[in-house]
């Protein structure tokens, strides 16, 4: 295994689970109210409490932005999306917290597996303000994961992706960095209800796949990420990245400058580079109920495959499409496909498939699955040889809510999974198929807004 000691005290993974629900309150009171009103029944939303909903772009005016579209970076969630978010209004700011933090025991099985306790996590604040006829964002993002996830990263059968301790990652998710965002976004409408969109900062995401998995409604119960993540949306943290794009009601174009080279095994530094790498992304959102994108970009010196040799550029491709069905005002129904194609310079090109669902029932129960399928090289899963691997995970599991209490809403949950490997890998997995499952504790702000 490439991995450091991946023990670590589980008093801080406890740490992080509470601070992560410790900050929120600050700005808790208003989202309390709300979620309190969607309890009994209220069908009206409370005055001024940002909603997915872009009925009000039809009319123009300075009040018209893409804000409460947004999923992660520029990305878009249908209309029809819940805010899991607690918000406060002063001085004609709008403050609003978001976040998700997991306790979690996780166990993979195999001769590639591994046991592990510690927390996964983030926290993203926002800053609202009009300014010069539109409209100003300042987004920070935060975790805690440099310090809660022991080693390399926590186990997760069939997850490639990155460096570490020289080595390539596999069989386990790397740990995030501790600055997962850092930027702005400014927002003004134009002429004939399109808009202009500019996004940038020091930390942030180009316009470059889906909404990243930490922030898709259908894959917010689970804790573990995608073993896909690399072929979607692991762009989601850059160091430099620049956006421009227009919109309307229905559509958005925009595009990317960034520094695509992947971050360095040491979470807590920032790796800058050269923005030499570009994306393009197209959204269309025929109803409230789906937002489609097609995206593409050339990362320059994107992956590092040891220490020592020369970076490889990858040319990515993406298409995906996000459903989600509000059943009830506290019920909604959630579902991510996407495909994506990766063309590593001097390397055959690979695909891999997602299909995601989550089911949220009167903010208490929660059901959700995963479906993957994949091609990796030799190399993503340090094997012998030169060839491509299919590879596919399935997974599903339940989290049963343990109440709201001042805008926020812990529970406890419990996942099980399958990796599956091709023949050829028998030996190394030692079986076809090895079994996974998760235990944990979640918390995170109460859903309003649907």
């Given at each position: 295994m490439c991995c450091r000691d991946s023990r670590r005290p589980a008093w801080l993974a406890v740490?992080?689970?509470?601070?992560?629900?410790?900050?929120?309150?600050?700005?808790?009171?208003?989202?309390?109210?709300?979620?309190?009103?969607?309890?009994?029944?209220g069908d009206a939303p409370e005055a001024g409490v940002p909603q997915h909903d872009m009925s009000h772009m039809a009319q123009g005016g300075s009040e018209s932005t893409a804000a409460?579209?947004?999923g992660s970076g520029t990305s878009w969630l249908p209309d029809q999306t819940p805010m899991f978010a607690l918000h406060h209004q002063r001085n004609g700011w709008t403050f609003m917290t978001h976040f998700n933090a997991f306790l979690e025991y996780l166990h993979e099985s195999g001769p590639r597996g591994s046991d592990q306790t510690g927390s996964i996590n983030w926290v993203m604040g926002m800053a609202d303000h009009a300014l010069g006829g539109g409209r100003v964002r300042l987004r920070g993002m935060v975790s805690f994961e440099p310090w809660t996830i022991g080693g390399c990263g926590y186990p997760n059968v069939l997850a490639t992706g990155e460096l570490c301790d020289g080595e390539a990652i596999h069989d386990r998710q790397h740990p995030h960095d501790l600055v997962m965002e850092l930027?702005?976004?400014?927002?003004?409408?134009?002429?004939?209800g399109v808009h202009l969109q500019l996004y940038g900062g020091p930390v942030g995401e180009p316009a470059l796949g889906p909404v990243a998995f930490m922030h898709r409604v259908s894959a917010m119960p689970n804790p573990l990420a995608p073993i896909t993540h690399h072929w979607f949306d692991s762009t989601h943290i850059a160091y430099g990245v620049a956006t421009g794009g227009l919109y309307s009601q229905r559509w958005k174009a925009e595009a990317s400058v960034f520094n695509g080279r992947e971050p360095d095994d040491h979470r807590t530094d920032f790796d800058f580079g050269p923005m030499d790498s570009w994306s393009g992304r197209l959204w269309f959102v025929p109803t409230r109920q789906w937002a489609f994108q097609a995206s593409g970009g050339h990362l320059k010196d994107a992956e590092q495959n040891?220490?020592?040799?020369?970076?490889?550029s990858v040319d990515r491709v993406t298409a995906s499409a996000t459903y989600h069905r509000a059943l009830h005002?506290?019920?909604?129904?959630a579902n991510t496909f996407g495909w994506g194609r990766n063309l590593e310079h001097g390397h055959e090109?690979?695909?891999?498939?997602?299909?995601?669902?989550?089911?949220m029932?009167?903010?208490?129960?929660?059901?959700?699955?995963?479906?993957?399928?994949?091609?990796?090289?030799?190399h993503d899963l340090v094997v012998p040889g030169e060839q491509v691997l299919t590879v596919a995970k399935l997974q599903g599991g339940y989290t049963r809510s343990l109440g709201t209490w001042a805008g926020l809403t812990p529970g406890i949950g419990a996942a099980a999974s399958a990796g599956i490997v091709p023949a050829d890998l028998r030996s190394v997995y030692g079986s076809r198929v090895n079994a996974g499952f998760s235990v944990y504790l979640t918390v995170h702000p109460a859903a309003h807004g649907l």
């Open positions: 740490v992080a689970l509470i601070t992560a629900a410790a900050m929120p309150p600050l700005f808790a009171q208003s989202g309390a109210d709300e979620h309190s009103q969607h309890q009994h029944g409460d579209r947004e930027a702005a976004t400014y927002d003004r409408p134009l002429a004939r040891a220490v020592g040799e020369p970076r490889v005002a506290s019920r909604i129904w090109a690979t695909n891999a498939l997602l299909l995601e669902s989550s089911l029932l009167d903010d208490r129960d929660t059901a959700y699955a995963r479906v993957e399928w994949s091609e990796k090289s030799a």
